[in-house]
Structures are given as structure tokens and as C-alpha cells.
């Protein structure tokens, strides 16, 4: 587990706006460096491109551009840092062939929802330690 998120900016896709506000509360209240946000795959592409954050908690069901096309998206990236760029999903159903289907595309981990702010703390501890 890292010392702290001080040195991380993390980015939320997430369609629901309220869902996306309140995570990106729980983030900052965890200590992240910079928390930004986006409505969905399309709009996360663009911020990883802007922004360069070193996480990414991304929703699975979302539209126009859900999370498994912005995983796929990011997976092809001629950026080879975006390439690897840990994804954790958050879903709520954390059936086994979707998590199956996420971890073929490169998915790190899930978080089943609701987050909180231990389970936020503990999954992205593992994935920036």
C-alpha cells in the first residue's frame, strides 16, 4: 500500500453524474493529487490523453462508449504508457464471464458497487503499491 495517493491523480468515467460525484469525493478525500472526471468511454479517452492520469476507475455499463470499449480503446493505444495504464471497473454485476471479458481486455481488478471509501483505499492501495 502506498504511503498515500498524494502522488497519484486518478480518473473516473462514470455516466451517472451523482455516482461520478460522489467517488470523486471519496477519491479526494483519500489524499489523490488530482481527481478528474468523465460521462463515458469517449470521454475518458480524450482525458487520458489530456490529463495522463496514472489510474483509472472506470463503470462497465455505459453508453455511447461503454467501459469494455474503453478498455479496448485504451489497450490499442500507440502510447504505450496508456497501454498499461492500471483500470480497475466498478460494476454491478460481478458475474464471472463479464469479469472474465474485462480481464481478457486487460481490465487489473473490479469493485462491485456501491465503492466506499475502504474499498476505494484498498483496491487502488493494491494496484498503485
Known amino acids: 500500500m502506498p504511503a498515500a495517493f498524494g502522488d497519484f491523480s486518478v480518473l473516473v468515467i462514470e455516466d451517472e453524474s451523482f455516482t461520478r460525484m460522489v467517488l ?36 462497465v455499463e455505459m453508453q455511447p462508449m461503454d467501459g469494455l470499449g474503453f478498455l479496448k480503446a485504451l489497450r490499442t493505444s500507440p502510447d504505450a504508457r496508456h497501454r498499461a495504464l492500471p483500470v480497475v471497473f466498478m460494476t454491478n ?25 475502504a474499498s476505494l483505499k484498498e483496491t487502488l492501495g493494491a494496484k498503485l503499491g
Open 24 to 59: 470523486a469525493k471519496m477519491l479526494a478525500t483519500l489524499g489523490f493529487r488530482s481527481v478528474l472526471q468523465a460521462a463515458d468511454g469517449e470521454a475518458g479517452l480524450a482525458a487520458v490523453q489530456a490529463h495522463d492520469p496514472d489510474l483509472v476507475v472506470c463503470d
Open 93 to 117: 454485476r460481478a458475474d464471472q464471464s463479464r469479469m472474465d471479458e474485462a480481464a481478457a481486455f486487460g481490465a487489473d481488478t473490479f469493485i462491485v458497487k456501491p465503492a466506499t471509501p
